[in-house]
């Protein structure tokens, strides 16, 4: 299983990018799956959330400015980032917990990463 990240840049404050999140490979089942980004100096944190039903959450910080989504039949996941702001510089990561095969475990698989740089 691999998730492929992509749809970072430079971006001037107030700009829209749109990350994807691809998963390929033996798949059986996507669960939740998510965006975390991480700053330099700074821990990784969450960004949101969304189940494999559709229920999302955000941290607090880009309510209202980013939305998360998924297409299930495509195993592909987005972050529409709207509004941005220098402090969303980071690089962000995508991850899913992933069912390979029917009956087998659900693991937690990691994007590579993409950066994300919003200039003022």
């Known amino acids: 299983v691999q998730l492929q990240a992509s749809g970072g840049g430079l971006v001037q404050a107030g700009g829209s990018l749109r990350l994807s999140c691809a998963a390929s490979?033996?798949?059986?089942?996507?669960?939740?799956m998510g965006w975390y980004r991480q700053a330099p100096g700074s821990q990784r944190e969450v960004v949101s959330i969304?189940?494999?039903?559709?229920?999302?959450t955000y941290t607090d910080s880009v309510k209202g400015r980013f939305t998360i989504s998924r297409d299930n039949a495509e195993n592909t996941m987005y972050l529409q980032m709207n509004s941005l702001k220098p402090e969303d510089t980071a690089v962000y990561y995508c991850s899913a917990n992933i069912q390979p095969w029917q009956g087998a475990a659900s693991y937690d698989y990691w994007g590579q990463g993409t950066q994300v740089t919003v200039s003022s």
């Open positions: 969304i189940s494999s039903s559709g229920i999302t």
């Open positions: 490979g033996k798949i059986f089942n996507i669960n939740m």
